[in-house]
């Protein structure tokens, strides 16, 4: 099967499932090519599951997820959404980071969070594919992220659709909510987002869209020692969804498939939600 794109999404806030936007278009145009292609399932890592350890990460195998609250989204936006968990593909993950010397192990307990499912829902309004989902490590290491990616890999060679759920820029901290709170207009833009937001966004953008193989995984995984990361990530939890899509799509086989934009939406004036995807259909 031909090898399948790569998605880096920032899910931005809740509301980004309750409002129409450009990056709602693009997850939808996303979620069509990739069920024309037929893919087996979807593995994705989010930014609100971690587990602690050394060298530990978890897979999702709980039969009957339940869904985290969303706020500031009516439930009819979600509640009747059905997840559709894939133990048969949690275990060939298991297996693939086993092979690969990470301790790793299954939940079965673990209820998704809106990190993941509002993806889904955006992706495959209709109906949602088996999915796995792989939990972050507590350290978070960006190097250990890229690792897991390059792990989960042959996956994609495979027909599976893997997918990181983040952030470009992330800061809850330097948001303006306000807006949101009073009007629940989270994409009011009273004044320009700051400059911390936009060079940390220009420079995301330029690490994906001009490096390719081994150099991306480079060039997204030193990101954390830019002068702006801090001002664009208070914590480092949003970020390593972008160091896994950069193993997963940063192999020497991969050398010559860069990245591109495919949509952008401003949220609370200083989140920026970019949406990349690396590689393309064959």
Known sequence: MPLTPVHFFSHG????????????????QCGDEALAHGIKGVIMMGAHWDCVGHDKVEVSMNPKPGKSPVAYVHPSKYLNYELVPDLRSGKKCIELLANNGFEVSGNDKFDWIHDTYLILIRMFPEKC????IISLNA???????MRVGAALRPLREQGYLIVGSGGAVHNLYRNVWSPMLKYSDNFAQETPPGDWAMEFRQTVEDAISQNSGPNLRRAITRLMKHPRFRDAHATDDHFMAAAFVSGAAGSEEDVGSYGRLGAETWELTNMCNSQFTIGQWT
């Open 129 to 132: 594919p088996p999915t796995t």
């Open 13 to 28: 806030s809740t509301m980004m499932l309750g409002e129409e936007s450009e990056s709602a278009d693009f997850w939808k």
């Open 139 to 145: 350290r978070f290491d960006p190097h250990f992220h």
